[in-house]
């Protein structure tokens, strides 16, 4: 599952993985706690060598339950801390440093490899796991991206939310290393008229039709 942010990829791979009893992943949450470390550990970001010499140094440990997913470094729980704005700000220069993109792309493998399992980020079909049974790209318009964002988000407006988004999305579509594109074989689900329950269910007729 590919997409922008605010396309509803967590909610829809969730509630898909909920529903088929299949195991879950959130990529997205990899690069933010490593960027969370990286943070903590004072590394200038503003220089990618310095967090290319850096990255192989946590441990991340995603967790795979729909029904409450988890993340580690190094043992503590960083899933509050990795979705502050702190976070947020930083990730798409972290995830552009091609030499982090080579070790969370090897970690998400290791996990994808057990089977089983919904997987969300923005170059999972293109990377990560090209061979994958279902491919789908979410989109949405980028007011209703904003949208959504800002009603997760407290003490935020639309429209903030969708200047900082606009940023992230160009910087996640123009880098260098595995940009955020749509996949061969992809098919592309727009959810702006959606609901969430029509969203999976479309992405639940999907499964079946293609497995
Ligand atoms: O889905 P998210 O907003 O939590 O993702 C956080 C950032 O991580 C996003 O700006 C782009 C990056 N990302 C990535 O480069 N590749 C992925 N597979 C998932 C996320």
Do not use: F, H, N
Not at 37 to 59: F, H, K, N, S, T
Not at 111 to 131: F, H, L, Q, S
Not at 151 to 168: D, N, P, Y
Request: net charge negative.
């Amino acid at each position: 599952m590919d997409g922008p942010s605010g396309s509803g990829k967590s909610s829809v791979s969730r509630g898909v993985a909920r529903a088929l009893g299949l195991r879950y992943l959130d990529t997205g949450a990899m690069y933010r706690a490593m960027t969370w470390w990286m943070l903590r550990q004072g590394v200038d970001l503003a220089d990618p060598d310095a967090i290319a010499a850096r990255c192989a140094e946590p441990a991340v440990v995603p967790g795979t339950d729909p029904d409450g997913p988890t993340i580690r470094v190094d043992d503590v729980d960083v899933a509050g801390p990795i979705r502050e704005s702190e976070v947020t700000g930083a990730v798409s220069v972290v995830a552009a440093v091609p030499e982090v993109r080579t070790r969370l792309v090897a970690l998400q493998r290791e996990i994808i490899g057990e089977g089983d399992i919904v997987v969300e980020g923005r170059d999972i079909g293109t990377v990560v796991w090209p061979d994958a049974a279902v491919k789908v790209y979410l989109t949405a318009s980028a007011e209703a991206r904003a949208r959504r964002r800002s009603a997760e988000l407290t003490g935020s407006t639309v429209e903030a939310q969708q200047a900082a988004m606009a940023r992230r999305d160009t910087l996640d579509s123009t880098r260098k290393t595995d940009p955020l594109s749509m996949a061969a074989g992809a098919v592309e689900l727009d959810t702006t008229p959606l609901t969430l329950e029509e969203v999976i269910g479309e992405v639940l007729r999907l499964v079946k039709e293609r497995t």
